[in-house]
């Protein structure tokens, strides 16, 4: 069963920082892009960032670009985002993404149980 | 930045009526176009990708089409289990982007 599992959410000051873990089971990691999607409270969905197989090449929204790192460690079958300068509009559920192919560009077949980012002071 | 823009925002539905709801993209994306349903509390579901194709274990009352610039959801027959919100999401470039959202509510 493919499975996908976030970590790493909690309260930050604006400012702050905060690293989100995604475990990944269940299929070949290695061969499928992954992605980072947040939904604000009461709000819409929003892709954040991008990474493809190998961890060449990285893709960002322009709203986090500059602040939020994406990685993966596919070895060990984990996605990372590291998220720096936290604002209050990063207040969000963050979900983890397994593209539905290999392609870095693609939707979104398989999608963790979501982590709640708050920054507030 | 390709736009997704989808209608309705909202619609009332019985059980047992068709509804459809539209995606339109602001510029040309091939069949790049994906739809997921998603309910409260929960994370999304991948309904169909690339625009017409069924995900495997979607119930076939779901269906897409379109192609280019303007697509579809069409539900056949509504069952109390689709009563959800339903989005839209290219996968043509990057940054992906994914329309407001259609909220199917019970009539």
């Known amino acids: 069963e493919v499975q996908l599992l976030e970590s790493g959410g909690g309260l930050v000051q604006p400012g702050g920082s905060l690293r989100l873990s995604c475990a990944a089971s269940g299929f070949t990691f290695s061969s499928y892009a992954m992605s980072w999607v947040r939904q604000a409270p009461g709000k819409g969905l929003e892709w954040v960032s991008g990474i493809s197989t190998s961890g060449g090449s990285t893709y960002y929204a322009d709203s986090v670009k500059g602040r939020f790192t994406i990685s993966r460690d596919n070895s060990n079958k984990w996605l990372f985002l590291q998220m720096n300068s936290l604002r209050a509009e990063d207040t969000a559920v963050y979900y983890c993404?397994?593209?539905?192919?290999?392609?870095?560009?693609?939707?979104?077949?398989?999608w963790g149980q979501g982590t709640l980012v708050t920054v507030s002071s | 930045d390709i736009q997704m823009t989808q209608s309705p925002s909202s619609v009332s539905a019985s059980v047992g009526d068709r509804v459809t709801i539209t995606c339109r993209a602001s510029?040309?994306?091939?069949?790049?176009l994906g739809w997921y349903q998603q309910k409260p509390g929960k994370a999304p579901k991948l309904l169909i990708y690339?625009?017409?194709t069924l995900q495997s274990g979607v119930p076939s009352r779901f269906s897409g089409g379109g192609f280019g610039t303007d697509f579809t959801l069409t539900i056949s027959s509504l069952q109390p289990e689709d009563f959800a919100t339903y989005y839209c999401q290219q996968a043509n470039s990057f940054p992906l982007t994914f329309g407001g959202g259609t909220k199917v509510e019970i009539k």
């Open positions: 993404a397994k593209g539905a192919g290999s392609s870095s560009s693609n939707c979104f077949d398989c």
């Open positions: 690339p625009a017409s």
């Open positions: 510029q040309v994306i091939s069949d790049w």
